[in-house]
């Protein structure tokens, strides 16, 4: 074999000075890095290997004598150019496993290596600066905005109470709710970009960890409840009835999934369970599973859920809103809190949401302890729900079933009774629930269903009236 610069050699261009010498020393390739690198115009080939590290070769009657021990430990030498100036390298020197007869070195500048790798920390650093001033930037002014926002709310509140024409406090509660959504904005943006500037710092404190579950179940009962959805809460016994730990973060994550939940599930249940899963000292690992019989999410989409800015159905998230940023400030506060998110999922069969996160326990709180932990309820490992029915939620989904139609039918008539109450938030909320329901149906269903979603939207008391007559006429 020929180790000429003709040949298809792949590491011609490789970044690392290349040689091939054999036993007698002669040089029978280099690279054109080694070429450049030690200034040789012309061809390397010929040349004796002590040209180069006369340092650690010498040349002798049957070759070349040397020290240096072969083999892929890096040692440093001095390399020489053309012109007997010098510089240090890192090489390795093996002997060629396919050509026995030939050593190949391999030698990297230390010098540009180490100025590169400065360069590189300087440039990482910079990076860094400027994320941490566009966040620093970023939650200065959405901090900024809260104080307008809460002035608008605090007036609009106000005058809710003297405010007698009906026109008026339509106008009004519209006001409040859009100041309640830009509220929950604001402070999504900036839990955000206080985490991605590591200026977050959790606030943990003693607190009754039932309590503060009573608490989240109670924020969101009503709206499950006037949606028909089934929601089980279970606890287990070996978490104590005070912990230490984030409390207000905790229920933040908690609510950010249960909303989600919500959102995405037209019929069926949702079930929070909590288990403990570790002790270590101080401190317990508690584990908290989330599962609903929703819309589901594809493989491809589940991937990027947990990324910033990330809504994984467009059209869902246009009419909801949102900033795709729920789902990765949970990732990060569970993170911070010493655990992780995960999800299971599968489309048209419902989503589990699991996060672990360590609490402190204090002295005489965990009277459990000497209790096996509930390892059964590890990742990927999820308990079964408590004893309530599994319910028929799948069928209920599959346009065109009994199943189907009869909630679809309880869905419309819940619509109606909204619209006839002028509650258009709640409208709004089952009007997606139908959407859910009809996905699959022929299109003019699909196409009833546009007009009364749009008609929903603008409040349109005739229009959705006549949607949903002839809507019930075709499902009848
Ligand atoms: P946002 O802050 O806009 O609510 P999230 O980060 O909480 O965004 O959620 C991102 C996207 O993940 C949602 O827009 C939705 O597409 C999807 N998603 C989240 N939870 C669920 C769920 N339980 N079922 C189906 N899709 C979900």
């Known amino acids: 074999m020929q180790w000429s610069e003709g040949s298809a050699f792949p590491i011609e261009d490789a970044l690392e000075m290349i040689f091939v010498f054999d036993r007698r020393g002669t040089i029978s390739y280099a690279n054109v890095t080694a070429k450049k690198k030690l200034e040789y115009e012309e061809d390397l080939n010929g040349r004796h290997i002590s040209d180069i590290f006369p340092g650690t070769f010498k040349a002798s009657d049957d070759g070349f004598c040397t020290e240096y021990p072969f083999g892929t430990q890096i040692q440093n030498l001095v390399a020489y150019r053309k012109n007997l100036t010098c510089f240090p390298v890192e090489t390795r020197i093996i002997e060629s496993t396919v050509h026995p007869e030939n050593y190949i070195c391999m030698a990297n500048d230390t010098l540009e290596k180490e100025y590169l790798n400065r360069e590189i920390t300087h440039v990482k650093q910079e ?12 939650a200065n002014v959405t901090h900024e905005l809260r104080t307008p926002v809460n002035g608008v709310l605090g007036n609009t509140r106000e005058l809710l109470d003297q405010v007698t024409d009906e026109q008026i406090l339509k106008s009004l509660r519209l006001i409040e709710r859009c100041c309640g959504d830009m509220n929950k904005i604001i402070n999504n943006i900036l839990d955000f970009s206080k985490l991605e500037a590591g200026k977050f710092v959790l606030e943990p404190r003693r607190f009754h960890f039932r309590n503060m579950l009573d608490y989240v179940r109670s924020q969101h009962i009503n709206k499950l409840t006037e949606k028909g959805l089934g929601f089980f809460m279970t606890v287990s016994p070996q978490i104590p009835e005070y912990v230490v730990g984030d409390e207000l973060r905790i229920v933040q994550i908690l609510n950010n999934l249960l909303s989600n939940a919500q959102k995405f599930t037209a019929v069926g249940k949702i079930t929070v369970e909590v288990v403990r899963t570790a002790r270590v000292n101080d401190k ?53 809190m010493g655990g992780k998110i995960e999800v299971e999922s599968e489309k048209n069969k419902g989503s589990t949401f699991s996060f672990s996160i360590w609490v402190g326990i204090c002295e005489g709180d965990d009277a459990l302890s000497a209790q096996p932990e509930d390892n059964a309820a590890r990742p990927g490992m999820f308990m079964a729900a408590p004893q309530e029915e599994e319910g028929n939620a799948e069928d209920a989904i599959l346009y065109g079933t009994p199943e189907n139609k009869e909630v679809l039918k309880k869905s419309l008539s819940k619509l109606i009774l909204c619209v006839e109450m002028e509650n258009w938030e709640k409208a709004e909320m089952f009007m997606e629930t139908i959407r859910q329901l009809t996905q699959g149906a022929p299109r003019e269903v699909s196409r009833l269903i546009l007009k009364l979603k749009m008609a929903v939207q603008k409040e349109n008391y005739e229009k959705v009236s006549a949607g949903y007559e002839e809507l019930s006429e075709l499902i009848k």
């Open 284 to 336: 317990i690992e508690l584990f908290f599973i989330v599962k609903d019989t929703g819309i589901g999410i594809d493989k491809a989409d589940r991937d990027k859920l947990f990324q910033s800015f990330s809504q994984v159905d467009a059209s869902i998230s246009r009419k909801y809103g949102g900033t795709g940023l729920g789902l990765n400030i949970c990732k990060q506060l569970a993170e911070l």
């Open 127 to 138: 990076a860094e600066q400027a994320l941490k001033v566009k966040s620093e930037f970023v």
